[in-house]
């Protein structure tokens, strides 16, 4: 039994202070993937919080936990997102079947999952082309293609994603798929420069059978449309995460070097102040994340671009702050600006997003 948010709050809390921070470096400069600790922050309830006690969606407090764990480290953090948007997506699928079978093990993160979207939604927003295909047999479909960028991946892992029919590509179906099933094999990205430790993987499909019983919605835009509100905002826990370690950096270096950082043109408190400002926006928004408004979709996609331009501001900030040692290999400062460059580049980018954004008014940015 999960205990109330404030009991999960402070089991989250006692394990990024005791295994996250601790695992950091070696997450992030070695590669390696942090499953344990995820397992265990996992059955704290850190990934469960927004559906626990029919309480949905309760995004705020997966949002805050989002963030608690990225102050430490942004690569668990992110991982924590993947658990999140795989669950988010499974609570709002149709399929109550699937749901009830794939959520609890995903929620109690002892089965790990993530969702395989950046190219589906670059595809369906008209700037890629759909990387996976599939052909309509008796009791579901086969898939053929090769997915790339999905996190959180290992054999066994499960992620959703979105495959366009072969003969019809207007027919977008979306499914869970688990990693080593018939026809499906996974493969390491290339050598990143951040992240390392997040097992991006690319999954390839040779004519891979996907049941209607993985399906989580055929067709996919009117689940995309009402669930991708929600993973977008779940983002925003790693930047408010990524931002507070910005902050706490800034003021140690300014313990020590006060007299050349004061002529600075902003301080620690403005970027607290932002951050404080950043959140309060996004507990707004966490209240409502059903809607299927033009105009919440918009505040939504600014809400986001902001936290990417708040958090680009607050590691740059730092690296000033601390001046040359920021450039040392190893140093927290030259991970924290990694960090807030994937906080920016993660699909929806800034780019992306500068582009949804300028042309709302004349098309309608998602689905398309």
């Known amino acids: ?15 990024v202070d005791t295994e996250v921070a601790k695992a950091a470096k070696r997450v992030d400069e070695d590669g390696v993937h942090p499953v344990e600790v995820l397992g265990r922050l996992g059955l ?3 990934f469960r919080s927004h559906i ?9 407090i997966a949002i805050a936990t989002t963030a608690a764990i990225s102050e430490a480290c942004l690569t ?10 795989a669950a988010w997506l499974l609570v709002n699928s149709d399929n109550v079947e699937l749901c009830s079978r794939l959520l609890p093990d995903v929620a109690n993160g002892t089965v ?12 369906m927003s008209g700037t890629e082309q759909f990387k996976l295909r599939a ?18 991946m290992d054999e066994g892992h499960w992620f959703a994603t979105v495959f366009a029919h072969v003969a019809d590509p207007s027919h977008r179906i979306m499914a869970m798929v688990r990693c080593g099933q018939p026809g499906v094999t996974i493969r390491p990205n290339v050598h990143m420069t951040s992240m390392r430790g997040s097992a991006t993987v690319t999954a390839l499909f040779k004519e891979a059978f996907i049941p209607t019983g993985q399906v989580l919605a055929d067709p996919a835009e009117d689940l995309l449309a009402r669930a991708y509100p929600g993973i977008v905002l779940l983002q925003t826990g790693m930047a408010l995460g990524v931002i507070g370690a910005s902050v706490a950096m800034m003021r140690e270096f300014d313990a020590g070097q006060s007299e050349s950082n004061r002529y600075l043109p902003r301080h620690p408190d403005d970027f607290a102040a932002d951050r404080d400002q950043l959140r309060d926006r996004i507990t707004r928004l966490t209240e409502t994340p059903l809607d299927d408004s033009p105009g919440y979709l918009r505040s939504v996609f600014e809400t986001r671009f902001k936290a990417s331009e708040l958090t680009l501001a607050a590691t740059r900030m730092a690296m000033l702050r601390a001046g040359l040692p920021a450039f040392m290999q190893g140093s927290p400062v030259d991970r924290r600006m990694r960090e807030g460059n994937f906080v920016a580049t993660i699909t929806p980018s800034m780019r992306f997003l500068a582009r949804a954004l300028a042309t709302m008014g004349r098309r309608t940015p998602w689905p398309t």
Not at 112 to 123: D, R
Not at 137 to 145: D, E, I
Request: aromatic share 6%.
């Open 44 to 46: 704290a309830g850190a």
């Open 76 to 85: 668990t953090g992110f991982c924590t997102w993947c658990q999140h948007s």
């Open 52 to 60: 626990e006690g029919g309480k949905r969606p309760g995004l705020d």
């Open 135 to 152: 052909e309509p047999v008796s009791g579901g479909y086969l898939v053929s293609g090769a997915q790339p960028w999905i996190s959180n």
């Open 112 to 123: 790990m999952a993530g969702v395989g979207l950046a190219n589906p939604v670059k595809a």
């Open 1 to 15: 039994m999960i205990g109330s948010p404030a009991v999960v709050a402070a089991a989250v809390r006692d394990l």
